[in-house]
Nanobody, 126 residues
């Protein structure tokens, strides 16, 4: 059973930065493609960023492109989301997700991810 534990959320002013981490256990991390999603109050869950098992391919939602960077450290079983130039509209619960895959395609589809963390809260004040 894969377990995903997010950390790094908090309250930050607009224009600030945060780095989220997601530690995985229960399955060989290098077999997992990883993604970050977010859900704001009263809104649907939405894709933020994805990275393939090797880290060779990444994909971002248009709303975060140029501001967020996804990366992974397979030796530490951890995926990261570096967020800069944060905006109030980035306020949400950020969730880490995983899917066993050796594909070179960084998938943005919620339905493709089998495992989910509990999320970490990010609040950006104006």
């Amino acid at each position: 059973q894969v377990q995903l534990v997010e950390s790094g959320g908090g309250v930050v002013q607009a224009g600030g930065s945060l780095r989220l981490s997601c530690a995985a256990s229960g399955l060989t991390f290098s077999r997992l493609a990883m993604g970050w999603f977010r859900q704001a109050p009263g809104k649907d869950r939405e894709f933020v960023a994805a990275i393939t098992w090797s880290g060779g391919s990444k994909y971002y939602a248009d709303s975060v492109k140029g501001r967020f960077t996804i990366s992974r450290d397979n030796a530490k079983n951890t995926v990261y989301l570096q967020m800069v130039s944060l905006k109030p509209e980035d306020t949400a619960v950020y969730l880490c997700a995983a899917r066993p895959s050796y594909s070179d395609y960084a998938d943005d589809r919620i339905s493709e991810y089998a495992y989910w963390g509990q999320g970490t809260h990010v609040t950006v004040s104006s």
